[in-house]
Nanobody, 131 residues
Framework: QVQLVESGGGLVQPGGSLRLSCEAS????????IGWFRQAPGKEREGVSC????????YYADSVKGRFTISRDNAKNTMYLQMNSLKPEDTAVYYC????????????????????????WGKGTLVTVSS
């Protein structure tokens, strides 16, 4: 069964850290461009960070640059989002996604273009930043 399953969300205080995981099954994540997206209540979904299949190009939204780090472990077929110095405005449902056909020239577009077509999406994990 082809799927992406997120984990690691939860409640954290401002200034705290969380690491989100996204395990792929049914396909090899190594060959895919990957990304993390989020959707806050009442807002549109936005791209947080995306990286090409070769890890040759990484994009971060300005709002998370310097605080979040995207990575993957090919041996575990899993991608991660390390989130540090969390702020209340980071509160959202976080989704992972993967696309086989996004090459290095389209990684930023994958993250910022509304409605960009992705092969696979996870169902999301809730992150709440609150004191």
């Amino acid at each position: 069964q082809v799927q992406l399953v997120e984990s690691g969300g939860g409640l954290v205080q401002p200034g705290g850290s969380l690491r989100l995981s996204c395990e792929a099954s049914g396909f090899t994540l190594d060959y895919y461009a990957i990304g993390w997206f989020r959707q806050a209540p009442g807002k549109e979904r936005e791209g947080v960070s995306c990286v090409s299949s070769s890890n040759g190009l990484t994009y971060y939204a300005d709002s998370v640059k310097g605080r979040f780090t995207i990575s993957r472990d090919n041996a575990k077929n899993t991608m991660y989002l390390q989130m540090n110095s969390l702020k209340p405005e980071d509160t959202a449902v976080y989704y992972c996604a993967a696309d086989r056909w996004t090459d290095i020239t389209k990684v930023q577009a994958m993250c910022v273009s509304v409605g960009y077509s992705m092969d696979y999406w996870g169902k999301g994990t809730l992150v709440t930043v609150s004191s």
